[in-house]
């Protein structure tokens, strides 16, 4: 099957001024997305997409069928969250997601870097991926229960840090709320969904999450909702 050229893509899209997210609830990089445009203030349609199908009209957009996707109005499309974050950021200004002095914004990106890379692959992939997904996908199957478990060895090491570093910087990457905060929030977020933070033995990494729970931008992953699988009661709660 021929893919059609991006160009043609751009094409295809309805150019009615509205941006479309195509995005999973419980994908943490579709969250990251939606946060990002939570704190630009801008207007987007969500279209919850089920990439695990390979939708054609999805792989038109992107090959990989792989979420988020960010359709912008006059049909330009975009994938992969942090070029999708780096996108809005540079192009909507206000207000900054990554510091401007050169070091802390290479800390910042680094941070994101950790948190979409490591802590995805040792901890979100191993519990959401085999909970949530895996018995979602194209082919069904029980969750590996050692994959479980060695996300839950490692999971208090990655909260440790997140800890140390809220306890000695105003936020994750230094003194403004940035990319690095989005990136870890929403790998925590999609976790707290299915109840495996253990935020009791985590005060620290617990208050800096609060603190990010609390912002506008955030309330939506708070009212998200999928059928069959009910948050745990503390997961909307800003006082948890």
């Known amino acids: 099957m021929r893919l059609p050229l991006w160009w043609d893509v751009e094409k295809s899209v309805k150019e009615d001024g509205m941006r479309t997210l195509y995005h999973h609830p419980l994908c943490p990089f579709s969250r990251l997305v939606r946060v990002v445009l939570g704190e630009k203030k801008?207007?987007?349609?969500?279209?919850?997409?089920?990439?695990?199908?390979?939708?054609?009209?999805?792989?038109?957009?992107?090959?990989?069928?792989?979420?988020?996707?960010?359709?912008?109005?006059?049909?330009?499309?975009?994938?992969?969250?942090?070029?999708?974050?780096?996108?809005l950021n540079e192009i909507h200004r206000d207000p900054p997601l990554l510091p401007a002095d050169p070091v802390?914004?290479?800390?910042?990106?680094?941070?994101?870097?950790?948190?979409?890379?490591?802590?995805?692959?040792?901890?979100?992939?191993?519990?959401?991926?085999?909970?949530?997904?895996?018995?979602?996908?194209?082919?069904?199957?029980?969750?590996?229960?050692?994959?479980?478990?060695?996300?839950?060895?490692?999971?208090?090491?990655?909260?440790?840090?997140?800890?140390?570093l809220a306890e000695r910087r105003a936020w994750l990457a230094g003194a403004a709320f940035s990319l690095a905060d989005i990136s870890a929030a929403v790998q925590l977020s999609c976790l707290d969904f299915i109840g495996d933070v253990p935020w009791e033995d985590h005060p620290a990494a617990k208050d800096w999450y609060a603190r990010v729970k609390s912002r506008p931008s955030f309330r939506p992953l708070l009212a998200d909702h999928l059928p069959g699988m009910p948050a745990p009661r503390h997961y909307a709660d800003l006082d948890f």
């Open 42 to 87: 801008l207007e987007f349609e969500a279209q919850i997409e089920k990439f695990w199908e390979a939708r054609p009209e999805f792989v038109a957009l992107n090959p990989s069928s792989e979420v988020p996707v960010l359709v912008e109005g006059n049909g330009t499309v975009l994938a992969d969250a942090v070029a999708i974050a780096e996108y």
């Open 104 to 164: 802390p914004r290479a800390e910042a990106r680094r941070l994101v870097g950790w948190f979409g890379h490591k802590f995805y692959n040792e901890v979100t992939d191993n519990l959401v991926g085999q909970k949530v997904f895996r018995r979602l996908g194209s082919r069904q199957s029980e969750p590996d229960s050692s994959r479980i478990r060695l996300a839950f060895s490692l999971i208090h090491a990655h909260l440790d840090y997140i800890g140390w």
